[in-house]
């Protein structure tokens, strides 16, 4: 019966072994490349920070319109009571009338200078898209990276679920074995509540596999957008990273997509210095009017008055609101730049730290596997041991969790790695549907800023709403 028991054991040990290669080798229908695809598509978060851009492109619109005329029509009517008195020689004549006085004119105006706001609100407008642009890279490196996060989490945690199981099958496997020998005589009342203490250990990791995995579904659903199936295993990018750690921090203060960010920061905070200089300077306008009168006055049927006038303002004194506003607007360019230096050794350590998880994680992958290895070698020497009666039940158990426990190990290394690599081409800023080669259209923000930037007129957004 001991022999049995001991080949139950060592089947059910080794389909517990070979779970996680199984899962990982069997082709499912989703892909992390097709998963990236559609969260690049559909994740609500990426969707609104593009809105944001849009939202920003007008900004540029806007500015542009202190080049162009403001023009505006006026109409009025009404009734007018006159009395009038005359004094002729000794007599008074007095003299009534009641018009209807009624005016239409249009009033055209032009600044010709403004102290050169608004050609610097012009250029602050189009650093402002810039950085926008930049922050949506942020956001879509962010959610591309956690759509690879959980991913990997799922497939991670499917996996351990997968062995924590079979571990559950082989221990409910020994202990009824166990009992069976028990009411032979072969061993004692001790074995047994070995064996029921550790079924009771490996149900209570069994649950906490569960929870971890409904949890992983969860956070792959709202990254995502669609409930996890069958996932196809994956590869680690780091072929796409630089090949050294100096390469990688060089590069990441140069393209990392926050620190391009705070870089345009700093030129809308030092055009907005400019803005504010520009309220001391002289302003200059020209302005026309068209009048079309009807029954100014008594006898006047009607008057046509045309007119243009050309106006400078000098500003001597405003109460000093002007120079606080300069005053506060070097502060804040002074902020900007500290907040740029402050980027600039955020990714760097971004870098460095993303570089270190990925060498961490090839080594951990190394020794994981040695573990396992040597776990299998340790496992069937206890084994066929026990057979002769030089080890106990309990020492083949012992020997069979380690091995679980080792493989597990190797599970979590793997997704660590590929979770690493997609954390440096993020650092770096490289992770792109180009660079990854995403089957999906890259949404490119100059198509909105083109249709809206030369925009006169008009209400409807460019998709028609």
């Known amino acids: 019966m001991a022999s049995f028991w001991l080949r139950r054991v060592t089947a059910a040990t080794v389909t517990a072994s070979i779970m996680f290669d199984v899962s990982c080798h069997a082709a499912g229908p989703e892909t992390l490349p097709s998963a990236l695809a559609r969260a690049y598509k559909v994740n609500p978060q990426l969707n609104s920070q593009r809105a944001i851009v849009r939202q920003t492109d007008e900004g540029v619109p806007q500015a542009l319109s202190g080049y162009r005329p403001r023009i505006s029509a006026g109409a009025q009517v009404g009734e007018q009571f006159t009395s009038q008195q005359n004094r002729i020689g000794g007599a008074s004549l007095t003299s ?30 189009e650093s402002s898209v810039l950085a926008a642009r930049e922050t949506l890279r942020v956001i879509e490196q ?25 571990n559950v099958r082989v221990l409910g496997e020994t202990l009824r074995q166990t009992r069976d020998r028990f009411k032979l005589g072969e061993v004692t009342r001790t074995d ?14 069994l649950l906490l596999s569960d929870a971890n995995l409904t949890t992983s579904k969860a956070i792959y659903r709202r990254v995502i957008g669609s409930q996890p199936g069958e996932l196809a295993p994956a590869a680690p990018v780091d072929r796409l990273a630089p090949r050294t750690v100096g390469a990688a921090v ?11 960010a705070a870089m345009y920061g700093v030129d809308v905070a030092q055009l907005q210095v400019k803005i504010a200089e520009g309220a001391l300077y002289p302003v200059v306008t020209l302005e026309g009017n068209l009048l079309k009168s009807y029954d100014v006055q008594p006898g006047i049927s009607e008057q046509f008055t045309a007119s243009v006038v050309g106006r400078v303002s000098v500003p001597i004194y405003q109460g000093g609101a002007e120079y606080a506003t300069i005053r506060q607007s070097k ?53 066929e041991e026990a057979h002769s009666g030089q080890r106990t039940t309990l020492d083949v158990l012992n020997a069979q969790q380690a091995l679980v426990n080792a493989r597990v190990v190797l599970v979590t290394a793997k997704r660590d790695f590929v979770v690493a690599s997609y954390a440096l081409l993020a650092a770096v800023g490289r992770l792109s549907p180009q660079v990854l080669g995403l089957a999906v259209p890259a949404y490119d923000p100059m198509v909105h800023y083109q249709q809206v ?6 209400v409807r957004t460019p998709d028609g709403r």
């Open 96 to 125: 009534t009338a009641t018009t209807q006085p009624r005016n239409v004119g249009i009033t055209a105006q032009q600044t010709l200078f403004n102290g050169f706001q608004t050609a610097n609100s012009t250029r602050a407008a």
């Open 142 to 166: 962010t959610v591309l990276l956690d759509a690879a996060t959980a991913y990997m989490n799922v497939l991670r945690d499917g996996a351990i679920v997968g062995v924590q199981r079979s």
């Open 192 to 205: 047994v509540s070995q064996a029921e203490a550790q079924l009771a250990a490996g149900q209570s990791q």
């Open 250 to 260: 060089a590069e990441g203060i140069a393209r990392n997509p926050s620190v391009t």
């Open 331 to 383: 502060e804040l360019l002074g902020q900007r730049r500290l907040d740029l230096a402050t980027t600039r050794d955020q990714a760097r350590a971004t870098v460095v730290q993303a570089w270190s998880q990925q060498e961490a994680a090839k080594t951990q992958i190394q020794a994981a596997q040695v573990q396992v290895r040597a776990s299998e070698v340790a496992f069937n020497g206890v084994r």
């Open 453 to 458: 930037r030369d925009a006169w007129i008009g």
